[in-house]
């Protein structure tokens, strides 16, 4: 039987390097994700209603990952590792739910550790090019403007305006385990796949990371993604740039303006 659980703010839910066998879906409010390291407590982000965290242990029974702690008031779903297997059979929707944020977590770590490797191959030639993290800046938002007849259709509204970042972006599908912020229409040939790119915030830069998409994207004329290009982040240079989903043939073609 699901749990439902109320935390105050501050009152720790999930303790780094404890055992645990449950995971929660958070119905109302927020709560910060922390790691040790070195000492220091390092802020990982924060997880929002409709949201979940846990589910790694849950699934793996290993220790914690990181904390979880409460920043307001928060009403959370706590789902057992029995349960859990449970509604596999019994109730797919939630199993479903947890899965979807697990794969694209999974996703998320390929990406970074391709992004980690050749980060360590820029320091070593030029260390000048290493990356710093800068504070986000708020209010950053970016346009995003169809440029052709089916990149207007694929908009909800045009030009469409993205405020939250990471911003998750992939083909329209029935798959269960899609998970897009934006679920754009494509048929055969397939330019877009099911998880196909995101837009990052870095401090005052808007840039673009692949999420494992078969043909890629170009930005800017750089390509991102598939076999052969960068898995990212390509940060735009200016406060305007192109974007195309798929190869130089894709008719999602679309005008980027950081606001």
Do not use: C, W
Request: cysteine-free; glycine content about 8%; aromatic content about 6%.
């Amino acid at each position: 039987m699901i749990t439902l659980r109320q935390f105050e703010p501050g009152e720790v839910i999930i303790k780094e390097n404890d055992m645990g066998e449950t995971a929660y879906i958070i119905d109302r409010g927020r709560v910060e994700v922390t790691k040790q390291l070195d000492g220091e407590r390092v802020h990982i982000g924060y997880v929002e209603a409709g949201e979940t965290f846990g589910e790694m242990s849950m699934i793996d029974d290993k220790p914690r990952s990181a904390t979880v702690t409460a920043v307001e008031e928060t009403v959370a779903r706590e789902i057992h590792r029995d349960e859990f297997f449970d509604s596999l059979r019994t109730d797919p929707e939630i199993s479903i739910s947890i899965l979807k944020v697990l794969f694209e977590r999974l996703r998320e770590s390929h990406v970074k550790i391709l992004q980690l490797q050749q980060a360590t191959t820029r320091a070593v030639e030029d260390p000048s090019k290493v990356f710093h993290d800068t504070p986000d800046l708020p209010g950053l938002a970016v346009s995003m403007e169809g440029l052709t007849p089916i990149a207007l259709q694929s908009l909800p509204e045009n030009p469409f305006h993205i405020k939250e970042f990471p911003f998750l972006i992939g083909r329209k599908s029935r798959d269960p385990l899609s998970y897009n912020d934006l679920k754009i229409p494509d048929s055969v040939p397939l330019q877009i796949s099911r998880h196909h790119m995101e837009f990052i915030k870095d401090g005052d830069r808007i840039g673009v990371s692949d999420r494992g998409s078969y043909l890629g994207s170009i930005v800017d004329g750089r390509l991102l993604g598939s076999e052969e290009g960068s898995p990212g982040p390509i940060f735009f240079e200016g406060s305007e740039g192109t974007l195309i989903l798929g190869n130089h043939k894709s008719p999602f073609r679309y005008k980027i303006r950081i606001i």
